[in-house]
């Protein structure tokens, strides 16, 4: 059985039905019913199929069914709810993956005690020892090796596996939840578990009656459980997001919920810290490759053979409009320095994603439901480190730091205290003197935030558990059981959810503001493009816009965009980037003129002095460029990097001498494999030919290109070289002469 073909056949259905082709949805539920064991399915597809003939039949001879519009849509969610069924079905019997073992044992164990299915919270395997806890006059804290202890920790992964691998709830599941919420007997992060397994029984089996459970939860507020129901909740109608529509007693519940401010706050808080896990791959990318050294790749074009992108250092070139700044107040560039990281961190970003990767192999994480339990410092994993000769005086210490601590997720706390255990004793006496500091930072940072930021607590709670989530999602051993929720576009501000959560518009813009600073172009363009239809005469979204398709590479469509803004409110940043793209588009001439014009508005800008030179270049009017040029190299006499044009348009001018003295002058620093070829042509043309050969032989041998790049960029130079004196019947000789001494 190829369960794939089974997961994508299920995902297809799902389309067809959210788009009502009823009749292609039933043809692959035909199918995949072929393929389940369970006997009673075909008998519900034919019910199913019946019901449906009769209703077109009904509404072809013109019969008016005030009823129509009911029955059409509880047939269509009979089609969802049997292909669920029929692809549990498939994955418990041919998968052979780790959750469907569980289920089967659970079901195994159940048929023992002669029952085959949980009709109410009786016929519950577990009980006796859940009667047995609710006895107990008051919450204890038994000790961890005693039998009490013991028999607790089993009835709470029974529970959290009977919530977890439930497909359907009925009435056993409901007394259970009150019994959770109620009884009082459950303390707060076994009731974060249970939230946690309720959840993903969602994402495994879609049921209306679930999703109103966690609302339920979240809607009982108690802190740390809350948070997570409603996170939930927000995943859950994100990943059914084609559903939601058909199913209106969640739609009703949640615009009644839409009317309380806090709540639609606090969804805003969710929303944005999910999409914000876009950016952990990225983070780590970034935290290898740019706080590490960074390798930059050579393009053999002229702009890169000159290197004129990095004539000017990055903060003379010009980005994002300067005059946004109030807006962005992080738009400078990230992960250059600690201090940046620090700001990530205090936003929420994920920074410890990469460092925690492989700290996940301990037992720990082989139980599933540790993938989801809070930090909290009476955890037996605390207790462990008693134990230990050098931590065991400091433990309270250390596991109230690691509880209190806002940056670090769950599962990496527990990943820290397991490590620990391994350290060397130099390192553990280090760590316990860092946590006792961290303890004393922590009280009077949460005492002053939490007078500043209402949502501060929520927030922390959020951040953690959807790290937590993510975590699981993309490191446990698990992981290939379940379809990556953080693997696509995440554009819950698309969903059907998050048009129920009130004022869509305000909350648009501040994620298009948001995905812009982060350079998500894709999902803020979407966004300024739905906002600008509301305000027409804003400029700076219409510089936005083009912005975002100018980092696409789409020059046609920034120009656009940028010559609105330019009508509503002409400025020099924005005669520039009319510049740029006609300069990107071929179109120099016309870049020409719009540099001209900014210059006019801002005549010192160093930025825009140096691209009238590179428009001059383009144009081979190399006296011009010479004159910009000369300016930049006035302005910066020490930045070498604008002597490479300048001794290239000397070249191009037929003076060869004044060439080589700039050449000379930017061998000072590290002549690149461009400078090396350029030289070459400058001893070509005075005639050494031999030099020549040798400057182009150390271009290929620097390993910055190879020889076929090199030829490409030879073929490329001899018009230029001809121009200059260069006999055209010398080139061939030349280059064999090369390549043979090469190798």
Same mark, same amino acid.
């Given at each position: ?542 510089? =936005? %816009? &083009?912005? $975002? ?7 046609? #469509? !920034? @120009?656009? /965009? *940028?010559?609105? +803004? ?10 520039? =980037? %009319? &510049?740029? $793209? ?7 001439? #016309? !870049? @020409?003129? /719009? *540099?001209?014009? +900014? ?28 004159? *910009? ?115």
């Amino acid at each position: 059985m190829e369960i794939s073909k089974v997961i994508k056949q299920h995902r297809k259905l799902c389309r067809y039905v959210s788009e009502k082709k009823l009749k292609q949805s039933l043809d692959i539920l035909s199918e995949m019913i072929s393929s389940a064991s369970a006997g009673d399915l075909h008998d519900d597809y034919n019910n199913i199929v019946m019901t449906y003939r009769n209703m077109l039949t009904y509404t072809i001879d013109g019969i008016n069914d005030p009823e129509r519009n009911k029955i059409y849509l509880k047939l269509i969610q009979s089609i969802l709810r049997l292909s669920d069924r029929v692809r549990q079905d498939i994955l418990s019997h041919f998968s052979g993956w780790h959750t469907y073992w569980v289920k089967q044992q659970t079901e195994k164990e159940l048929r023992i005690t002669g029952k085959t299915i949980v009709e109410n919270v009786d016929d519950l395997m577990f009980k006796s020892e859940l009667d047995e806890w609710l006895k107990l006059s008051q919450e204890i804290n038994p000790d961890p090796e005693s039998e009490i202890s013991k028999r607790h920790k089993l009835l709470i992964k029974n529970i959290f596996n009977h919530l977890w691998l439930t497909d359907y709830y009925g009435e056993a599941e409901i007394s259970l939840i009150k019994i959770i919420l109620k009884s009082g007997k459950f303390r707060w992060h076994e009731a974060c578990l249970f939230t946690s397994a309720i959840t993903l029984s969602t994402l495994r089996t879609w049921q209306t009656e679930k999703l109103m459970y966690l609302l339920d939860i979240y809607e009982d507020g108690q802190e740390q459980v809350m948070e997570r129901a409603l996170s939930g909740i927000i995943l859950n109608l994100h990943y059914y997001n084609s559903r939601v529509k058909l199913y209106p007693e969640i739609g009703k519940r949640i615009t009644k919920m839409s009317r309380n401010s806090r709540f639609r706050e606090q969804c805003r808080i969710i929303v944005l810290q999910t999409i914000r896990s876009r950016e952990t791959e990225m983070l780590a990318r970034k935290l290898h490759d740019e706080i590490l050294p960074q390798v930059a790749k050579l393009k053999p074009q002229i702009e890169e053979k000159l290197d004129l992108e990095n004539i000017l250092s990055k903060d003379k070139t010009e980005g994002k409009n300067p005059d946004w700044s109030e807006m962005f107040n992080d738009s400078q560039e990230i992960f250059k320095t600690m201090e940046d990281l620090t700001k990530l961190q205090m936003e929420g970003a994920d920074v410890y994603m990469s460092a925690f990767a492989n700290m996940k192999h301990f037992d720990f994480f082989k139980d599933f439901q540790n993938w989801f339990v809070p930090f909290y410092p009476d955890h037996e994993t605390v207790n462990e480190v008693y134990q230990d000769e050098i931590l065991g005086p400091g433990t309270n210490e250390l596991s109230e730091a690691l509880y209190k601590t806002p940056f670090i997720c769950n599962s990496d706390k527990y990943s820290l205290l397991l490590n620990l255990k391994y350290l060397p004793s130099s390192q553990k006496s280090m760590m316990l003197k860092v946590f006792r500091m961290e303890l004393e930072g922590l009280q009077q940072l949460n005492e002053d935030e939490s007078v500043i930021d209402p949502f501060r607590n929520f927030r922390i709670n959020v951040t953690q558990y959807l790290h937590d989530i993510y975590r699981f999602f993309k490191l446990s051993p698990y992981k290939k059981e379940f379809e990556d929720i953080f693997s696509g576009r995440l554009d819950i501000y698309n969903s059907e959810f998050f048009r129920m959560t009130g004022n869509a518009d305000e909350a648009e813009a501040g994620l298009a503001d948001y995905f812009f600073n982060k350079n998500f172009y894709d999902d803020a363009l979407g966004l300024y493009l739905k906002e600008i239809n509301r305000k027409p005469d804003e400029d700076t979204l219409y510089e =936005k %816009i &083009g912005y $975002c398709y100018q980092e696409n590479a789409n020059y046609q #469509e !920034a @120009l656009v /965009y *940028y010559r609105r +803004a330019e009508l509503i409110n002409r400025k020099p940043w924005t005669l520039k =980037k %009319i &510049g740029l $793209c006609l300069r990107r588009l071929g179109r120099t001439e #016309e !870049a @020409l003129e /719009y *540099y001209l014009l +900014a210059s006019d508005m801002e005549p010192e800008n160093i930025h825009t002095i140096i691209m009238t030179a590179h428009c001059y270049l383009d144009l081979h009017d190399y006296d011009k460029a010479l004159k *910009y040029y000369f300016r930049v190299e006035y302005k910066e006499p020490d930045n070498l990097k604008i002597l490479r044009p300048i001794a290239y348009c000397y070249f191009a001018l037929d003076r060869f001498d004044d060439s080589e003295k700039y050449y000379d002058r930017l061998s000072a620093g590290k002549l690149t494999a461009h400078d090396l070829i350029n030289k070459g042509h400058l001893a070509l043309c005075k005639g050494n030919m031999r030099e020549a050969v040798d400057l182009y032989r150390q271009s290929i041998i620097s390993d910055e290109i190879t020889s076929d790049q090199f030829m490409n960029i030879f073929s490329g130079d001899q018009e230029l070289l001809i121009a200059l004196g260069v006999n055209p019947d010398d080139l061939p000789i030349l280059l064999d002469y090369l390549l043979f001494s090469i190798n």
